[in-house]
T-cell receptor
Framework: AQSVAQPEDQVNVAEGNPLTVKCTYS??????LFWYVQYPNRGLQFLLK??????LVKGSYGFEAEFNKSQTSFHLKKPSALVSDSALYFC????????????FGKGNQVVVIP | EAGVAQSPRYKIIEKRQSVAFWCNPI?????LYWYQQILGQGPKLLIQ????????DSQLPKDRFSAERLKGVDSTLKIQPAKLEDSAVYLC??????????????FGEGSRLTVL
C-alpha cells in the first residue's frame, strides 16, 4: 500500500528564512504526490502536485517542491517564510490503482517566528 | 464559486449517542469523499462516492458508521453509537467531473466531533 512519511512534528523557522518541510514516500509504480496546507479551524487547501514532468514543481503562495526519485522524497520549500505561513502541512500520495484515494502523512506544524 | 459546505461545525455528544454530519459539495462535483482526521494524524479516507454510488468504503467501520448520497449531490455521514475514539474532525471533500487526473480535492472546513 502507498504511504508517506513526514519525519518531523514541528518545524520552526524565523521569518524571512528558507522553509523546508520533509516528506518521503513509498509506492509501487509512478507516484502522484501532493502537498496540502491546513490553517486553524479550516479545511485542507491544495498547494501543489507532482504527476510527471519537471522535478521542481511550483504551487500556491510561493511554495515549491522537489521530486527526487532516487531518495523517494518530495520536500516542500519556500525561499522566504512569512508569519502567515504558520499552519499544518500535509504530504499525500495517490493510489496508483485509481479511485483517487489519497494517503496522507501525519502532518507537520510549521511555526514562523517574527 | 461556493465551496464545500459542511454542518454542523462543532458537535459534542456522550458516548453511545448518535450524530449525523451533512455535506454539500461544490456544484457539479461528481465525486465526494468523507475523511476522518484524528488530532495529531493525517486525514483517513472513510468512504468515497461517485455520484450516488459507493466506490470505496473499505475503511469505514460499518458496525457504527454509515453514509449515503441518495441523489448524487449532498451526503450524510452518521455514527451510531459513538465511541470515545470517534472524537475527530470529519472532513468532506469533492472533485470535479474530469478532475480525477489532477487529484486535487476541494475540502470543506470540517465538522469537529467530541465524544465524552
Amino acid at each position: 500500500a502507498q504511504s508517506v512519511a513526514q519525519p518531523e512534528d514541528q518545524v520552526n523557522v524565523a521569518e524571512g528564512n528558507p522553509l523546508t518541510v520533509k516528506c518521503t514516500y513509498s509506492v509501487s509504480g509512478n507516484p502522484y504526490l501532493f502537498w496540502y496546507v491546513q490553517y486553524p479551524n479550516r479545511g485542507l487547501q491544495f498547494l501543489l502536485k507532482y504527476i510527471t514532468g519537471d522535478n521542481l514543481v511550483k504551487g500556491s503562495y510561493g511554495f515549491e517542491a522537489e521530486f527526487n526519485k532516487s531518495q523517494t522524497s518530495f520536500h516542500l520549500k519556500k525561499p522566504s517564510a512569512l508569519v502567515s505561513d504558520s499552519a499544518l502541512y500535509f504530504c499525500a500520495v495517490r493510489d496508483p490503482g485509481g479511485n483517487n484515494r489519497l494517503a496522507f502523512g501525519k502532518g507537520n506544524q510549521v511555526v514562523v517566528i517574527p | 464559486e461556493a465551496g464545500v459546505a459542511q454542518s454542523p461545525r462543532y458537535k459534542i455528544i456522550e458516548k453511545r449517542q448518535s450524530v449525523a454530519f451533512w455535506c454539500n459539495p461544490i456544484s457539479g462535483h461528481a465525486t465526494l469523499y468523507w475523511y476522518q482526521q484524528i488530532l495529531g494524524q493525517g486525514p483517513k479516507l472513510l468512504i468515497q462516492f461517485q455520484n450516488n454510488g459507493v466506490v470505496d468504503d473499505s475503511q469505514l467501520p460499518k458496525d457504527r458508521f454509515s453514509a449515503e448520497r441518495l441523489k448524487g449531490v449532498d451526503s450524510t455521514l452518521k455514527i451510531q453509537p459513538a465511541k470515545l475514539e470517534d472524537s475527530a474532525v470529519y472532513l468532506c471533500a469533492s472533485i470535479p467531473r474530469g478532475g480525477e487526473a489532477t487529484g486535487e480535492l476541494f475540502f470543506g472546513e470540517g465538522s469537529r466531533l467530541t465524544v465524552l
